[in-house]
């Protein structure tokens, strides 16, 4: 449950698909226990997105001057932080000690607040992505309320054939379509010996190569720990393809990359999702059936200046 959470609500990307949607969101998260400040409506959707570009930075701006918020959540991922990315007041954001929470798109958010203050933030949930779903997912709702409660937070991850590690480093990463369209930019905050996570979504394996071979060739890959995959689904194989498929582009990733390429992490557009602290220091050890990742030090709804 997520009892006497005070979460605030906020579209800095995609509008919801339907208004129903917003409902069903903030009922669900009434019905977990928490007190709910909506700052998105429907009825200021711009085009695709969750309101003009001032209209969407105001929304986060709200969020973080209200003193009874202790979470602020997206909406939903889709597209438009990189439009308002510039005129974000990250320091502000940080000040306010708020938890910011989303994925997908959102890892603009994440990456920019690491660059410009080394704040620590959560990829985790989104309303309507996570919470209107006919059925809760204990699974999701359990690992957003444990995580913000800490003060150490786990992830189990299963799957057959990763490498064995035992690595330590912080957390970092998202969505890889956000981190390439970063990369160069005065938003992208790769963490020294990190273990960096990834997901998307609709995007075909060689897609997934060739981001991740961006991201070797640009360097950001340097002296990390591993890289641990999340969910890669909703894409279509070819019949050109010729054997070429997911399994055949992590092989080549696995003998490419310098470092230890790890999949099962439950993370990405799936029904159950874990919430992974942006900057903890993570332990990350596996086996044969999978692995476990072990965060501390992050900020928590107990101690958020962390």
Request: net charge negative.
């Amino acid at each position: 449950m997520l009892n006497q959470i005070a979460i605030a609500i906020v579209a800095p990307s995609g509008s919801a698909l339907d208004d129903d949607a917003l409902a069903r969101g903030i009922a669900r998260l009434e019905q977990q226990g928490c007190t709910v400040h909506n700052y998105y409506q429907p009825a200021d959707k711009y085009q695709r997105f969750g309101g003009t570009d001032a209209g969407r930075l105001g929304q986060l701006e709200a969020a973080a001057r209200d003193p009874d918020v202790q979470v602020v959540m997206a909406l939903r991922g889709s597209y438009g932080l990189s439009r308002i990315l510039p005129r974000i007041d990250f320091r502000a954001m940080a000040d306010s000690g708020k938890l910011f929470v989303g994925y997908s798109d959102f890892t603009a958010f994440h990456m920019g607040l690491m660059a410009a203050t080394g704040r620590k933030s959560f990829a985790g949930p989104m309303v309507c992505a996570d919470l209107i779903r006919d059925e809760p997912v204990a699974y999701t709702l359990d690992q957003f309320s444990a995580c913000l409660r800490g003060p150490t937070h786990a992830v189990r991850g299963s799957a057959t054939g990763n490498p064995a590690v035992d690595v330590e480093g912080r957390l970092w990463g998202g969505n890889l379509a956000m981190l390439n369209h970063l990369l160069g930019t005065p938003y992208f905050a790769p963490i020294a010996g990190g273990i960096v996570f990834i997901e998307d979504i609709n995007e075909h394996p060689y897609r997934v190569e060739r981001m991740v071979l961006q991201l070797l060739y640009a360097g950001a890959l340097d002296g990390q720990r591993a890289l641990v995959l999340g969910d890669f689904s909703g894409y279509r194989l070819a019949p050109f393809d010729n054997g070429y498929d997911f399994d055949a582009m992590l092989a080549y990733l696995r003998a490419t990359l310098p470092i230890p390429v790890l999949t099962g992490l439950p993370f990405g557009h799936v029904k159950h999702h874990c919430t992974l602290p942006y900057g903890g220091l993570a332990r990350l050890t596996s086996d044969a059936e999978g692995f476990d990742l072990t965060v501390g030090d992050y900020p928590t709804l107990a101690q958020p200046y962390l």
